[in-house]
């Protein structure tokens, strides 16, 4: 990455690329979060470099405010974002504890990507343990495991249910 922004310092594609490399591989947080910022000051409109911030705030800084709104300004700019669509469904169902909007985002995922596993994983559970519809839940586990039958979010979840 260093090598790359030696000749194009501006690229917001590679400044993002190399913050989820800091945040996911070095845990270096300030880093990623430096670098993201730096990336939407090139390109303010980037939706992976949004969405990847609006995730460092939600899951290491427990900034939901933050999160939320780079949730919001990644999906004005590409409403159909499945990324964003399942990451913002998250903060909405565990931070926010707003089950209709969760549901409301994890159901336009995965219209958009009906084979997302980890939206399935993540329906099932708002299935399960917010609206008690047991049924309906396990058929969304074993879609989520026909499609990759070694889970372990959804295998775990699932056997919770059973």
């Known amino acids: 990455y260093k090598q790359v922004l030696e000749f194009a310092p501006n690229d ?3 400044l ?3 913050g989820c490399f800091l945040e996911d591989i070095r845990r270096d947080y300030d880093g990623a979060e430096s670098l993201f910022k730096q990336a939407l000051m090139y390109d ?3 939706v992976g470099t949004l969405c990847n911030l609006g ?3 939600q899951e290491v800084r427990g900034d939901y405010a933050q999160a939320e709104s780079y949730y919001r300004r990644a999906l004005e700019v590409d409403p159909n974002h499945t990324t964003t669509i399942y990451n913002y469904g ?3 169902k565990n ?3 707003d089950w209709d909007g969760a549901e409301a985002l994890y159901k336009r995922a995965l219209e958009l990507d009906p084979t997302d596993v980890g939206t399935l994983c ?6 399960q343990d917010v609206r008690k519809e047991y049924d309906l839940a396990e058929s969304v586990y074993k879609q989520a495991l026909e499609l990759d039958p ?3 979010a959804t295998l775990c979840n699932y056997g919770l249910l059973l």
């Not at 993540?122 to 299935?127: A, E, K, P, R, S």
Request: with cysteine; proline share 4%.
């Open 12 to 14: 917001a594609a590679t």
């Open 16 to 18: 993002c690329n190399y």
């Open 44 to 46: 303010p409109r980037h």
């Open 55 to 57: 995730t460092l705030m």
């Open 122 to 127: 993540n329906y099932g559970t708002l299935l």
């Open 150 to 152: 070694g889970d372990a």
């Open 95 to 97: 931070a926010r504890h």
């Open 90 to 92: 998250g903060l909405l």
